[in-house]
């Protein structure tokens, strides 16, 4: 199965195109995409197709730029050229460039595909003809071993072609059998570069080769011996094979990594672990599954240990429950640390009940919309350092833990969002915000705030809206309902009751306000959440 790269800054030609491969039934699959040049040549390096298929016009460079910088250091990939140009100095310098076809858009099926046979024909006769040399000639290299673990991890080749050679090579040691996992790791930007020289702001050692890498290979092969083997997609990304791994093994190698890059390098790293397998013919599966953990790291935050397990994401079977959640990360949101202690008690309850295997899956995706929240706070995410949840809740097996894990967990986030909303407020106005919260029943409530503070309602008024960034009214009213949703949670309170206890005299406008600023009654609040 030939691998092709196919590059045009028109997305509905390149899904065409992709369609049609597909349809085709010749042993071709696309296994990228690129719409400039940039893109193209980075995915041409770390992919290494087997042919490629090029648009003249790209936004930042010509096809004919891009296939000129492929050609440097490749002689044999074939290109194709697919334009709508049919200039005869574009035909020369495409020959010129040992183009095996030169395509004009719009172009045929059957064209098309007779390109791609002629490509595989050409792939075929130089494996055929050059295998040997070409053998004998990279297996001398230094690089070569970290060529052939790419060839595996990113399906460069068939899989039991790499496996055979890796064999002959003895690639692996005697001591080295399953199970595997692979670790895809990311480097970061920098922190403080000011205190690093030149080559390394660019994560180039003086010679001018990558630091990184050879570095976050180096420590776990120190560690572990001759079961770890690395090798480097790019500058500031690199691909870990553990063997006789254990979650708990691929665990402890990413955190001597991050800790080891970051006193090296001044630089943070992302780490994403796929689950563990058992035949190398997985491991190109496992190499994804790292892949997308890691970049999953712009979801939950940087500078994280990824579990690939953490981030998988299942169909939620009880409707209640989601919406529950959703309840919950709005009151994570608002720093309402109360509410959060009160839907989570009851949201528990209801977790009990349920497969050890649902409750992973919603506690982890729930953990995953809070460490968004958390990401997206400055203040909060400095007090949430050094905590990783994804991977706390990747090492619990029973239920009851889980549940425990993450009840602790969104209390404390929400405290600390708490604070942070607080931070910078004056005590006295501090002091204010409480007195609100417990004088909600009470009417007059700016008189008596005002008289409680030794202030002017007036002069009280205009200061309350400047430290802390809300008028009087609209913070009461916020807390009012805030308090409502908390009570209404608790089934044996009647919804009068509720209504007096945040300061609603009248049951019926307290129910056309609460729906008003909720969307919903009291009554249908209740039996959407409980």
Request: glycine share 6%; proline share 4%.
């Amino acid at each position: 199965m030939y691998r092709l790269l196919i590059v045009d800054d028109e997305y509905h030609i390149r899904e065409g195109l992709k369609r049609m491969v597909a349809q085709s039934g010749l042993s071709v699959k696309v296994c990228a995409m690129a719409g400039d040049g940039e893109t193209a040549l980075r995915l041409y390096a770390e992919r290494r197709p087997d042919m490629i298929l090029l648009d003249i016009h790209l936004p930042d460079a010509s096809g004919l730029e891009v296939a000129q910088a492929i050609r440097e250091q490749d002689k044999q990939t074939p290109l194709l050229f697919l334009t709508g140009y049919e200039s005869v100095p574009y035909i020369r310098q495409a020959l010129s460039l040992q183009a095996t076809d030169y395509l004009l858009k719009p172009v045929a099926r059957e064209e098309f595909e007779a390109a791609l046979r002629r490509a595989g024909e050409r792939i075929a006769e130089w494996r055929i003809t050059g295998e040997e040399a070409v053998y004998r000639q990279r297996s001398s290299e230094p690089w070569y071993r970290e060529h052939l673990l790419l060839d595996l991890l990113q399906q460069r080749r068939p899989a039991e072609e790499v496996i055979g050679e890796m064999e002959r090579q003895e690639f692996f040691s005697e001591t080295s059998r399953p199970p595997y996992i692979v670790l895809c790791c990311e480097l970061e930007e920098l922190r403080q570069e000011e205190t690093l020289s030149a080559n390394e702001r660019r994560g180039c050692r003086n010679d001018g080769n990558p630091i990184f890498p050879g570095l976050a290979w180096d420590v776990p092969i120190a560690a572990a011996g001759e079961k770890v083997y690395g090798a480097a997609v790019s500058r500031d990304r690199c691909a870990l094979l553990l063997s006789i791994a254990s979650d708990r093994a691929a665990e402890r190698t990413a955190q001597h990594i991050r800790q080891d890059v970051q006193e090296r390098l001044n630089r943070a790293v992302s780490i994403g672990i796929s689950r563990p397998v058992q035949r190398l013919e997985q491991l190109p599966e496992a190499y994804e599954e790292a892949v997308l953990a890691a970049e999953h790291r712009a979801w939950v935050g940087y500078n994280q240990i990824i579990p690939f397990e953490s981030i998988q994401t299942n169909t939620l079977n009880s409707s209640g429950l989601l919406e529950k959640e959703l309840l919950m990360i709005t009151e994570l949101r608002a720093g309402n640390d109360a509410a959060v202690q009160a839907i989570l008690q009851e949201w528990s309850m209801q977790l009990a009940g349920l497969p050890v295997k649902q409750v992973k899956t919603i506690v982890t995706q729930l953990v995953l919309l809070a460490m968004r929240i958390i990401h997206n706070e400055t203040s909060v995410r400095q007090a949430a350092q050094g905590q990783n949840p994804l991977l706390e809740l990747s090492r619990l097996r029973h239920g009851p833990e889980m549940i425990d894990y993450v009840f602790r967990y969104f209390i404390r986030m929400a405290r600390h969002i708490r604070e942070a909303r607080e931070q910078g407020i004056p005590r006295k106005f501090q002091q204010a915000r409480q007195w609100i919260r417990e004088h909600l029943q009470e009417d007059g409530g700016l008189n008596r705030l005002a008289a409680y503070m030794n202030m002017s309602p007036k002069y009280l008024s205009v200061r309350f809206k400047q430290v802390t960034g809300e008028s009087f009214a609209d913070y009461q009213t916020r807390v009012r309902f805030e308090r409502a949703r908390e009570l209404l949670l608790d089934p044996k309170r009647k919804v009068a009751e509720v209504a007096e206890m945040v300061g609603f005299a009248d049951t019926n406008y307290f129910s056309i306000a609460f729906k008003k600023h909720t969307g919903l009654t009291p009554t249908e609040f209740r039996k959407t959440f409980l």
